[in-house]
Nanobody, 122 residues
Framework: QVQLVESGGGLVQAGGSLRLSCTAS????????MGWFRQAPGKEREFVAA????????SYADSVKGRFTISRDNAKNTVYLQMNKLKSEDTAVYYC???????????????WGQGTQVTVSS
C-alpha cells in the first residue's frame, strides 16, 4: 500500500507561481514513476507531467511545457510540481499518482492522492 498526500494548492493571480508537493508513505517510493494529473470542473481528468525514479524520463502535457517542472526528492519520498506563469485555464484539482512508464507513456496505477485545489484568477 502507498498513501499519497498533496499540498501546496491555493489561489493565485494569473502569471503567478505555485509549487505542489506530493508525499508518499508505505511501500518503497523509488520503485514508482510519479505523475501529476488535473481535473477542471465539468472536464475529464488529464495528464500534466510525469517522471521516473531517476529523472531520466520526463514527460509534460503540451499545455504546460515550458511553464511547469516536475521533480522528486527520493530521500523525502516527495514529488513536486513547480507551476509558473499560471493561467486561468490551469484552474483545477491537481492529483499525484504512482505509475509506470510504458514505452514513452506514463500509465497511472492504483495509488492516487486526494487532490489539491489550484485556482488562478484572471
Amino acid at each position: 500500500q502507498v498513501q499519497l498526500v498533496e499540498s501546496g494548492g491555493g489561489l493565485v493571480q494569473a502569471g503567478g507561481s505555485l509549487r505542489l508537493s506530493c508525499t508518499a508513505s508505505g511501500r518503497t517510493f523509488t520503485i514508482y514513476g510519479m505523475g501529476w494529473f488535473r481535473q477542471a470542473p465539468g472536464k475529464e481528468r488529464e495528464f500534466v507531467a510525469a517522471m521516473n525514479w531517476s529523472g531520466a524520463y520526463l514527460s509534460y502535457a503540451d499545455s504546460v511545457k515550458g511553464r511547469f517542472t516536475i521533480s522528486r526528492d527520493n530521500a523525502k519520498n516527495t514529488v513536486y510540481l513547480q507551476m509558473n506563469k499560471l493561467k486561468s485555464e490551469d484552474t483545477a484539482v491537481y492529483y499525484c499518482a504512482t505509475g509506470i512508464i510504458v514505452g514513452t507513456v506514463f500509465s497511472p496505477g492504483n495509488y492516487w492522492g486526494q487532490g489539491t485545489q489550484v485556482t488562478v484568477s484572471s
